[in-house]
Structure formats: C-alpha cells, structure tokens
C-alpha cells in the first residue's frame, strides 16, 4: 500500500509541473498587462520601462525558471491589478467558492443518494419515471438558465431570498464563511440550489444505474435465497458496492463544480474564483490567471489523489493492477 500510495503523490507532482507549464505558456498569450495597469495615456518608453521592470522582456526559459523557483516558495507572483501577491488574492476569494461547492455537495449526497436507491429498487413506479424524466431536463438545461430561472422565482416573484452578492459574513481565523450568518445563509441558497441542479441529475442516474447493475448479480440473488431482510440486502450488500464508481465519479466532479461556479457566480454576482478569473480576463491580469489555474488544478489533484487512495483502500485490486 505504501508503494501505490508513493507511486499516486509522484504522479500528482508531475502533473502540477504540467499544468503550471501550460499554466505559465498561456500567459505570454493573453493580453498586455502593462497596457491594463498604465492606461492610454502613459508612452510607449513609460510601458516599455515597466514591462523591463517587470521582467516581461525576458526570454521564456528565464522566467518560467523564475516562477518555478518563486512557486516552490509559495510565491507565484504578483497581481498587476491589486498590487498584491497573487495567491493572497486566490485565497481571500476561495472561501465563497469552497463554500458554495460544499453546501452543494452536501445537498447532491443528501437527495442523489435516497433518490437513487429508490428509483433502482422500483424503477417501474411512477415517481422513479418522474425523477428519471426530471434528471434528463436537468441534464439538459444550461446551469445559467436554471439560475435566472431562480431568481426570477424566489427572488423576484416571491421576494424570499437575495438574488447575488454573498451578504453578510463572520471572519473565523482569517475564513470569511458566509455559513455563520442567517443573511449569509440565505444569500447562498439559491447559487448552491443552482449548482446542485447540475450535478445532481448525473449522480442519481449513475447511482440508480450501479445499484440496478448489484441487484442482479449472484451474491445479492444468494442473499434473496438466505432470506435476509430486504433493507439489509438492498443498504448493505447492494449499495456498499454501489459506492466505489460512485466515489471515482464524486472525487472527479468535485473539481468539475469549481470549474462550473463561473458560471454560477457570474449570475448571483458571488464572490469568489470564478468571478475573480474573469475579471482577471478582462483586466489582462495574467499572474492572478496562472495563479487561479495553479489553484484549481492542486484541487484537482489533491481530491483525486485522495480518491484514489481511498478506492485503494476499499478494493485491493486497484492497488494490485497500479503496480504492474
């Protein structure tokens, strides 16, 4: 185990290398830095000058080498536009994004799991066909569409909830978290109501697909014979072998709602790294660009690395066959 655990983390560590790479690459090709922070006004020796002192000038080699050797401090730069170290900047937005994720999560665990159970053990009753019939709308709908669809509804029509912003928020050592508050509460509900609605249709159906799949093998058929009670079969020998693809699919869309609260937040105004990334496309702010990829992507693969040890743990095939 110790060997398949090593063999993950230095995979993980090649990968971040490449995603800084490309990371580093795509920041020579967006924008003119220099042009968003001086304005029209300023010469063309003024931004000449600045982009020497800067550093821009230099060959690409020469400062990929330096962001690396900044990166392995914890530096990888600074924001042109707030005048800040990138990654402070990163991190003073992360909490509301990490926030709003979360809360999903816990709302997709919650309904997927139950919803999924129930439509793979009567799948022929009408509320599984109404919940199959409603995951494939949800499926299908662009998640800045059921956020309009939202607000209008509960914000607009019925005044119940705020419509954007992430209102009010309590510092707990240095983590503004919104989950504190009633009005932060409330601000966040309708943004993680939206970012549930798309990932909770996919869930449902790979868990109503998986159990589905369990109910026919033999041991569950053998468990049927034993007599043993139905709850027992359906919760312990069915589901429990349900949730390894499930886990695999959760570690790799975890990352994947990061990447969707762009969208998300754009609509509700949230604060967070979605919002915070284009802003920095339109300002031209590459370092805080890289520095959101180089974010993102350690998310990524810390939440897959972790997965992959913990499938590790629960099937020992998987550390067998990543030895070969």
């Known amino acids: 185990m110790f060997a398949f655990i090593i063999r993950r983390v230095l995979q993980a560590i090649l990968v971040m290398f490449i995603i800084s790479f490309i990371g580093f690459a795509l920041k020579q090709n967006v924008g003119d830095p220099v042009r968003e ?10 931004r000449e000058a600045i982009r020497e002192k800067l550093g821009l000038n230099d060959p690409f080699p020469v400062q990929y080498g330096r962001f690396l050797k900044g990166a392995l401090q914890g530096d990888i730069g600074q924001s042109f536009f707030y005048k800040k170290p990138a990654m402070d900047v990163i991190l003073s937005k992360a ?22 159970i129930y439509c793979a053990i009567y799948p022929r009753r009408f509320l599984s066909r109404l919940i199959m019939a409603m995951s494939s709308i949800g499926v299908s709908v662009p998640i800045f569409l059921i956020a309009i669809l939202l607000i209008y509804v509960f914000a607009i029509e019925l005044n119940w909830l705020p419509s954007y912003g992430r209102g009010q928020t ?9 989950l504190l508050s009633l009005d932060g509460l409330k601000h966040l509900l309708l943004p993680s109501v939206s970012l549930t609605a798309l990932m909770l249709p996919l ?15 033999e041991y569950v058929k053998f468990a049927w014979a034993k007599g043993l009670p139905r709850l027992r079969i359906w919760f312990v020998h069915a589901f429990k072998n349900t949730l390894l693809p499930v886990i695999t699919v959760g570690g790799v869309q975890i990352g994947t709602m990061i990447a969707f609260t762009i969208l998300t937040e754009t609509v509700f105004q949230w604060g967070g790294l979605g919002f915070l990334f284009l802003e920095a496309v339109e300002r031209a702010d590459t370092s805080l660009l890289v520095a959101y990829l180089i974010f993102v992507g350690i998310i990524f693969v810390v939440v897959n690395t972790v997965v992959d040890i913990i499938y590790g743990l629960v099937n020992p095939m998987v550390r067998i066959a990543g030895m070969k």
Do not use: D, H, K, N
Not at 37 to 46: K, L, N
Not at 95 to 116: C, D, K, Q, R, Y
Not at 170 to 178: A, N, P
């Open 95 to 116: 909490p509301a994004t990490l926030e709003l994720v979360m809360v999903s999560s816990v709302f997709i665990v919650i309904l997927s799991i139950p919803m999924g």
């Open 170 to 178: 309590v510092s707990v050592w240095g983590w503004e978290s919104g």
């Open 37 to 46: 922070i001086t304005g029209i006004s300023v010469s063309a020796a003024e």
């Open 203 to 217: 869930f449902v159906r790979l868990i109503r697909s998986e159990m589905m799949e369990v109910l026919e093998t």
